[in-house]
């Protein structure tokens, strides 16, 4: 079972280091520049809204919503360790966040890298790409009409 732990300011290096990783093949793709991904990090950085993402001991991720304006919010720096990757805790901490929002009636978005592996399991649970730039998709799931 996933568990959740608040993340602090601190975690920022290790969640950075974590980004880097787990978005070099975006980032090299798309050929951005690495000190331009950690600015960016740390301007939308929020630990308030950030969870680290634990199996028992093992850290395998992290997860973001930020609330946003209008009814909706914005899934941010969702990233798994590679080693944790394909065994469907992607797909139980998506399912968990949309749980939430239909709850709370909260529509989501998401920003993804252009050809990123993440654009079908965001497809498979309802999410519609509603804008397109130049190296990014915006996605959104639509849980208030």
């Known amino acids: 079972m996933i568990t959740y732990v608040q993340a602090t300011a601190d ?28 600015y960016y990090f740390a301007k939308a950085f929020q630990p308030q809204y950030t969870s680290i993402l634990m ?3 093992d850290e395998i991720g992290c997860v973001s919503v930020q609330p946003g304006e209008g009814g909706e919010d914005e899934l941010k720096h969702f990233y ?9 805790y992607g797909t139980d901490v ?14 989501l978005t998401l ?6 592996e993440a654009i079908p399991l965001y497809k498979k649970h309802g999410f519609n790409v ?3 730039g130049d190296f990014t998709e915006r996605l959104r799931l639509s849980v208030v009409e």
Do not use: C, W
């Open 80 to 88: 798994l360790y590679p080693k944790f990757q394909g065994y469907g």
């Open 130 to 132: 509603v804008e397109v």
């Open 111 to 116: 920003h993804v890298f252009k050809g990123s």
């Open 11 to 38: 975690d920022f290096d290790k969640l950075l280091a974590l980004r880097t990783t787990v978005m070099a093949e975006d980032f090299k793709r798309h050929e951005i520049d690495v000190d331009r991904t950690k």
């Open 55 to 57: 199996i028992e001991n």
């Open 94 to 107: 998506l399912k968990r966040i949309i749980r939430e929002q239909r709850k709370n009636g909260r529509n």
